[in-house]
Nanobody
């Protein structure tokens, strides 16, 4: 059973950077698409970015394009979300999630119903 654990969250000033990690156990991520989602106070959870370890296809929400970068390690056990030029509106609990998929050339989905496995979430606060 795939398990996901996020790390790297915290408090950062506007304009700063953080790198979130999503570590997988129970399986490598060769046959999974990995997504990052976030939920701000009083708002619905939304997709931020997704990535296929096999094939390397990525997808980003418009709100984070050009500022966030998703990537994975060579061992296919960890996925990262590099967040630059952070804004107060990026404040949220960030979740990583995964769904099984062998369509390596397709763009990954950023809608929640696709995702079968979820981490517990980690807080990111952008404030001066």
């Amino acid at each position: 059973q795939l398990q996901l654990v996020e790390s790297g969250g915290g408090l950062v000033q506007p304009g700063g950077s953080l790198r979130l990690s999503c570590a997988a156990s129970g399986s490598t991520l060769d046959y999974y698409a990995i997504g990052w989602f976030r939920q701000a106070p009083g708002k619905e959870r939304e997709g931020v970015s997704c990535f296929r370890s096999s094939g390397g296809r990525t997808n980003y929400a418009d709100a984070v394009k050009g500022r966030f970068t998703i990537s994975g390690d060579n061992a296919k056990t960890t996925v990262y979300l590099q967040m630059n030029s952070l804004k107060p509106e990026d404040t949220a609990i960030y979740y990583c999630a995964a769904y099984f998929s062998t369509t390596f050339t397709a763009v990954c989905h950023m809608t929640q119903p696709w995702y079968e496995h979820w981490g517990q979430g980690i807080q990111v606060t952008v404030s001066s």
